[in-house]
């Protein structure tokens, strides 16, 4: 079975930065789309960011201009850079990734475990 791991993330004052890190590990021959999510108490889970195999990336509305979502095929691994950093940032912070195994047809999609970020006003 694929595994996300993620790190990077924290507590920082309103207005700073961190950079959530996310590897892919497993038997992968390929992984196609890479995000993140969050989801805080009480709330549902809701995409921050998205980003293709080719490079193609999406963001949600509230995060457009401050987060940088990338990727590094060779390492497979996705990165969020969270920058202006707001108190309604905070929420538990999610990999996810679809991703394929050698001798499998169909990608799996598969989940992080979460990497808490909590901000301060």
């Known amino acids: 079975q694929p595994q996300l791991v993620e790190s990077g993330g924290g507590l920082v004052q309103a207005g700073g930065s961190l950079r959530l890190s996310c590897v892919a590990s497993g038997n992968i021959f390929s992984i196609n789309d890479m995000g993140w999510y969050r989801q805080d108490r009480g709330k549902q889970r809701e995409l921050v960011a998205g980003i293709s195999s080719r490079g193609s990336t999406k963001y949600a509305d509230s995060v457009k201009g401050r987060f940088t979502i990338s990727r590094d095929n060779a390492k497979n691994t996705v990165y969020l850079q969270m920058n202006s950093l707001k108190p309604e940032d905070t929420a538990v912070y999610f990999c996810?990734?679809?991703?394929?195994?050698?001798?499998?047809?169909?990608?799996?999609?598969?989940w992080g475990q979460g990497t808490q970020v909590t901000v301060s006003s």
């Open positions: 996810n990734a679809d991703i394929v195994l050698y001798g499998s047809s169909w990608p799996a999609v598969t």
